[in-house]
């Protein structure tokens, strides 16, 4: 049993089902990554296990507890964190108040939790007064991981993090992922760079039409020469 | 002195008046701005909440003036306030349960919120003509003015006097403190903060678990606050009369497009740009440009640009421009 | 089925207030009932087929009320002699400083060019008032007791219902080009300011209207009462059936309105109906329903909108011209933004938006209860003060304060209805919720 699983999730938004039986899970200090083809259901399979759409069937499960009919804020407060793909950050407010109401939940002293965020993206330290809507694409998204790490999740959920960043800042995130993962909490990605993703992965799943059709390791997945052809370009 | 007596008269009709109609259209276009911030609608019924704050205030000071209670040289309303503020509170945030809160959770589009606005516009008005009636009434009390004009003379030995009322200096003071409380909660409080989250990514604030309820509670009350300091203001400093608070809707709602809706920092801005404008506007200048020009000079009109019967078409005009110049305003709206 | 028996339900209204009050006041009741419903025709064009919010009704029906002036009172000739020049120099200067404007914003390029049009505007105004200030008080002081304004144009007054519908139309152009397209509150706070400023027009601009003076005596559509009173057929139609002459003279006339205004309200509710059903009306309500969609499928939203708002506020400009007609004076200061603007939403809403004949039943139904409120309030008021002591001062405030009453009614059965039923009294067919 996995730490989180969403378990043969099937469901949409409203009409028909946009992802049917689908099963995506991550472990502890794991990196999870979910690839697919476009509309393929990947993201929409992330915001079911976050409870952003109400599934048909199937259920979520997280560290033992089911959490399958949970508001997506009662699941911050169970410890998922969550990165949309956009309009993930505070625009208006500068990069410590964004980390501020990313620990908006917590009670206690949030001084040690910025300051580590601050030592995993050093650029945010320097650049702490300043409006997050004034920062770099990639800078942006490192202000959007860092307000998910506030609430010190247990799992961390990002929807395509690299998405209209450059390759070298998508390397520069993925080698910080990693370490967050190092630190014990459990990450789950979807990923439009499959490649780069499926190297950093632990697990990785390929999604096809709102089903599982790959499901490996990252390092099989990328020696599965079906899915080289098919969606890895050769 | 050529040059003082034309500025002790500016100050006197233009300068003064605008900075003390400025201060109360800012607080007024704050509380639009703040509403539309959080809740994401123009509130048509705010004019009639600051009446509404208004009059709980007036009758309270009536209470006390007949108690014999005062505040010396001020006005007894002061003392008046809070309790009209509370008051104002009770009545905003019993129409956030009654009327809004069911739309909120319809997820109903803005323009239902604005016709449910106008419904609460109409209630508030019969509420507070059936209360005190739709007659004028002066509840100024204390001492009248901080120098008059002919101190001011005798102090400077010009020949132009300039007046300073209680009530002008008073509007200018509870401004300056009330926009520095207000800023200081927006951007030193973590409930503040939140505010300012919810309003520039309401999606966002709901995943860092910031409860849209108390944000959206928070927002009425500091609406109400803010709405019977600005009617209270406004009516010591001419009278008040149910009706002005309709007529004063629109250079409000002017202030607070001009400076960018959602802005506070805009709704400020924008409540001086459009007091002076018309103050500006509809000031005659013939006595100032009697002390500037030369001997014979004298300009035969009253070289008015704009008839004081016009004053509310200059908001009108500087919303116009606005809208099509640069219709999120000055300072970007949208969010708080 | 259900809806005729709302209009039958309403007849009966009509009828116990015959009964029980008097015929003339049910006509008087009547006759301002079809003209709320020609003014929820119009504001449920606008809001019920696209969704658009008019906040400045009230300035609508007032230049209706202006064109009704306009038209129907005969020239002051020594006045147009005195200041009419003065007054058309002006206006084709400001035409003129327009054209530049409009000329100089189209061919100049360099950054700045606002600027520059702002500068030929004021320059146009300044130059223009240089006329217009000798011409209007000349105007003005040509027998300021009887006129002291240029007059009209002495045409029947049923005329101006046209015209009232146009200069509206020309004011809606105005306000539509500026605000649409942008967010829908912009609209709203844009009508509303235009509306004031028209109302300030029409209180101010003595030469045009005689403002707070008023205008009385504007010539009627249908015969005088005095008149009738010595035709013969009416003193023996009194005389058969047991009325004074008076009474039927004045039942004629209010009849005569009634027929008129009937026969108006008709054909814009036909023309409405016969618009909604036409793929005109089909493609309104789809941009209403789904504007981006609208937009994506090539539609020119905006100008649809602009079409539709100018179509709306005519129909509300004609209404106005009806109502001064009846009223037989127009008098600026009695334009209230309570009673011509929020009044009529009232209407639309509580009718049912999107469907004409909700409008008309719901300008029925707000304006009898509108009139009717008052006596019911007061009513009311005595029943629960009944107990307490003749001079008692509550008793004597709460009596005074019946009459405000109403207010509060209105804005309660609005937030009843949008609440508990948002389709109205005859919701809009053949389409789910909004």
Redesign the interface.
């Known amino acids: 049993m996995k730490f989180l699983i969403g378990e043969s999730m099937t469901g949409g938004y409203g009409g028909a089902d946009i992802i049917t039986d689908c099963t995506i899970g991550v472990d502890q200090g794991e990196i999870a990554v979910v690839v697919g083809p476009n509309g393929a259901g990947k993201s929409t399979a992330m915001k079911a296990v976050f409870g952003m759409l109400s599934l048909r069937e199937g259920r979520v499960v997280l560290d033992g507890e089911e959490i399958t009919s949970l508001s997506p804020q009662a699941r911050v407060h169970k410890g998922m964190g969550f990165v949309p793909q956009t309009n993930n950050v505070f625009t208006t407010m500068t990069v410590q108040e964004n980390l501020e109401m990313g620990a908006f939940i917590r009670e206690d002293s949030i001084n040690a939790t910025m300051e580590q965020v601050f030592e995993l993206f050093p650029v945010l330290g320097e650049k702490r007064k300043q409006a997050a809507g004034e920062l770099s694409g990639g800078q942006r998204q490192q202000v959007a991981v860092g307000r998910a790490l506030m609430t010190q999740p247990k799992v961390l959920m990002l929807d395509e993090p690299t998405a209209g960043v450059s390759p070298i800042v998508m390397d520069e995130l993925f080698d910080r992922i990693i370490e967050i993962a190092k630190t014990g909490i459990a990450i789950l990605m979807v990923e439009q760079n499959a490649k780069q993703a499926l190297d950093i992965a632990d697990r990785g799943y390929v999604l096809v039409q709102g089903g599982n059709r790959y499901t490996d390791t990252g390092e099989a997945l990328l020696a599965n020469p079906e899915v080289r052809r098919a969606f890895l370009g050769g | 002195m050529e040059l003082l007596n034309p500025l002790a008269l500016l100050g006197n009709f233009l300068i003064i008046p605008g900075l003390t109609y400025g201060c109360q259209l800012a607080l007024g276009a704050l509380g639009v701005t703040l509403i539309y911030g959080i809740l994401r609608?123009?509130n048509?019924a705010h004019g009639e909440t600051m009446a509404l704050g208004t009059m709980a205030t007036l009758l309270v000071t009536l209470w006390l003036q007949s108690a014999g209670i005062s505040l010396g040289p001020l006005p007894t309303a002061l003392l008046a306030l809070p309790v009209g503020i509370a008051i104002c509170i009770f009545f905003t945030l019993a129409t956030d349960r009654l009327?809004y809160r069911?739309y909120r959770r319809q997820k109903s589009t803005?323009?239902?919120f604005?016709?449910?606005s106008?419904?609460?516009?109409?209630?508030?008005?019969?509420?507070i003509?059936?209360?005190v009636?739709?007659g004028d009434r002066i509840f100024t009390d204390g001492e009248r003015f901080i120098f008059t004009a002919r101190e001011f003379k005798e102090m400077t030995g010009l020949r132009e006097g300039m007046a300073f009322k209680t009530t002008q200096g008073i509007t200018i003071v509870v401004t300056i403190v009330i926009v520095a409380l207000l800023f200081w909660f927006l951007t030193r409080t973590?409930t503040g903060?939140?505010m300012?989250?919810y309003s520039?990514?309401e999606?966002?604030?709901?995943?860092?678990?910031?409860s849209p309820d108390k944000v959206v509670m928070v927002a009425w009350i500091l609406t109400a606050v803010l709405a019977t300091i600005a009617g209270t203001l406004y009516g010591l400093d001419k009278s008040f009369k149910p009706f002005t608070y309709?007529?004063i809707?629109?250079p409000i709602?002017?202030a607070a497009?001009v400076g960018g809706?959602g802005s506070p920092l805009g709704a400020i801005a924008g409540g001086f740009v459009i007091a002076f404008s018309e103050v500006a506007l509809t000031f005659a200048y013939k006595r100032v440009l009697g002390y500037l020009l030369p001997e014979g000079q004298m300009p035969e009109?009253l070289v008015q640009l704009l008839?004081t019967?016009?004053k509310?078409?200059v908001?009108?005009a500087i919303?116009?421009i606005v809208?099509?110049?640069r219709?999120t305003g000055i300072f970007r709206g949208q969010?708080? | 089925m259900r809806n005729l028996l709302l209009f039958l339900l309403m007849a009966a209204l009509f009828a116990a207030v015959g009964f029980g009050q008097s015929w003339s006041l049910s006509l008087a009741i009547l006759n301002l009932c079809l003209i709320s419903a020609v003014m929820s025709l119009g504001v449920n064009i606008q809001w019920g087929y696209a969704g658009l919010l008019n906040v400045g009704i009230m300035g609508f029906v007032a230049l209706g009320g202006l064109a009704a002036v306009l038209v129907s009172m005969p020239p002051v000739t020594d006045a147009i002699n005195a200041g009419g020049g003065g007054v058309a120099i002006s206006a084709l200067i400001m035409l003129a400083t327009f054209a530049v404007m409009y000329m100089a914003n189209k061919h100049f390029h360099f950054f700045g060019r606002k600027l520059l049009v702002a500068v030929i505007g004021v320059a146009g105004l300044m130059f223009a008032r240089h006329f217009f200030g000798p011409a209007t008080d000349a105007i003005e002081s040509v027998d300021p007791a009887g006129t002291g304004n240029l007059g009209g144009l002495g045409l029947p007054i049923i005329v101006s219902w046209v015209v009232g519908g146009f200069f509206a139309a020309a004011a809606a152009w105005a306000v539509g080009k500026i605000s649409l397209g942008l967010r829908s509150d912009y609209l709203a706070i844009a009508t509303l300011g235009i509306s004031e400023i028209i109302v300030a027009v029409l209180k101010y601009e003595d030469w045009l209207t005689r403002g707070v003076k008023n205008v009385s005596g504007l010539p009627r559509p249908v015969p005088y009462e005095v008149n009738l009173q010595k035709e013969t057929w009416v003193i023996e139609f009194a005389a058969k059936h047991g009325f004074t002459v008076q009474e039927v003279s004045s039942l004629i006339v209010k009849g005569s309105y009634a027929l008129l205004f009937t026969i108006v309200l008709l054909i814009v509710l036909y023309l409405s109906e016969k618009a909604l059903r036409s793929p005109w009306g089909r493609m309104m309500r789809a941009i209403r329903d789904n504007e981006v969609a609208a937009e994506a499928m090539g539609k020119d939203v905006k100008g649809r909108h602009l079409q539709v708002f100018i179509l709306g506020s005519a129909v509300i400009g004609v209404a106005g011209a009806m109502l001064t007609t009846l009223d037989g004076q127009f008098t600026p200061a009695s334009y209230q933004p309570l009673r011509f603007t929020f009044l009529i939403w009232v209407m639309v809403i509580v009718g049912g938006s999107g469907n004409n004949w909700g409008a008309v039943l719901g300008g029925f139904v707000i304006w009898f209860f509108w009139i009717e409120a008052e006596p019911i309030g007061l009513w009311l008021m005595e029943f629960i003060t009944s107990g307490m002591a003749e001079d008692s001062a509550l008793r004597i405030h709460l009596i005074k304060s019946a009459a405000h009453m109403r207010l509060m009614t209105m804005g309660l059965v609005l937030l009843l209805v949008l609440r508990f039923t948002p389709r109205g009294l005859i919701p809009e067919r053949g389409y789910g919720r909004r």
């Open positions: 609608f123009s048509f009327v069911f803005p323009v239902i604005l016709i449910a106008l419904g609460v516009m109409f209630l508030y008005n019969g509420l003509r059936f209360i009636g739709p973590r903060k939140s300012r989250a520039d990514n999606d966002l604030a709901l995943l860092s678990g910031i309709l007529q809707l629109l709602f002017a497009i809706l009109g008839s019967d016009y509310f078409a908001s009108f919303l116009v809208l099509l110049v219709p969010t708080i």
